[in-house]
């Protein structure tokens, strides 16, 4: 079988309120998430799986208009952030410093409630009943960043949790049989060619 992971598109940075830990998509992040719909709607995809927080349901509803799938929610497709106060732009942790981005390219995943190697097994065991549910076909999973590199780490057989870093909508391939899987292609974004992406780090005073 085929497996397309797709990270969600920009989420909204203006989100307020409980939002603010669960936000959904930015006007920009639409515009992505059309043109990753757009794109892959010109393959043949057994199912559309998704995480369930709402930058990713949000970006897999656009996509399954496009490929006429209806999203189905696994919990265990959540980031690694799924429990925390606020969504954290990672752009924003880098430009300003913050101790949470540098603990998080050491692994220590603290901040966030959790560890590497329980994340890891985490998302691996949804992937694997995801594999194990179709043999043989294509399907689409919408998720994020840290799941992405955890799934895909361990398929390399990586030490560190973080081997790439994808653009939103970036959608990585894996051909997955009984026995063997094998990356074909990480971070794609052909979609996204000619569009500006618009990402700006935020500074905050004083950093």
């Known amino acids: 079988m085929e497996l397309v992971l797709v990270r969600h598109a920009e989420p909204d940075r ?4 409980p939002a603010r830990a669960n936000p959904g998509l930015s006007d920009r992040g639409r515009e992505q998430a059309a043109r ?11 199912a559309l799986y998704t995480s369930p927080l709402i930058r990713a349901v949000d970006t897999a509803d656009i996509i399954g208009k ?8 696994r919990a265990d497709l959540a980031e690694f ?8 732009h990672f752009e924003d942790l880098r430009v300003n410093n913050d101790p949470r981005y540098e603990a998080f390219l050491r ?13 890891r097994k985490r998302v691996t065991a949804e992937f694997d009943r995801i594999i194990d549910a179709h043999p043989g076909e294509r399907v689409l999973v919408v998720s994020h960043g840290g ?15 973080t081997i790439h870093e994808p653009g939103y909508t970036g959608f990585a391939r894996i051909r997955a049989g009984r ?22 780090a935020v500074r905050t005073q004083g950093a």
């Open 179 to 200: 026995t063997r899987r094998t990356l074909v292609s990480l971070n794609e974004t052909p979609h996204l060619r000619g569009f500006d992406l618009g990402i700006r």
């Open 36 to 46: 990753a719909a757009d794109y892959l709607a010109a393959e043949d995809f057994a």
């Open 107 to 119: 692994d220590d995943l603290s901040a966030w409630g959790t560890d590497v190697p329980s994340f």
């Open 14 to 17: 203006a989100a307020a309120g």
């Open 147 to 161: 799941v992405a590199n955890a799934f895909i780490g361990g398929l390399v057989g990586a030490s560190r949790l």
């Open 81 to 88: 952030d799924r429990d925390a106060v606020e969504y954290l």
């Open 66 to 73: 496009a490929v006429g799938l209806t999203p189905v929610t």
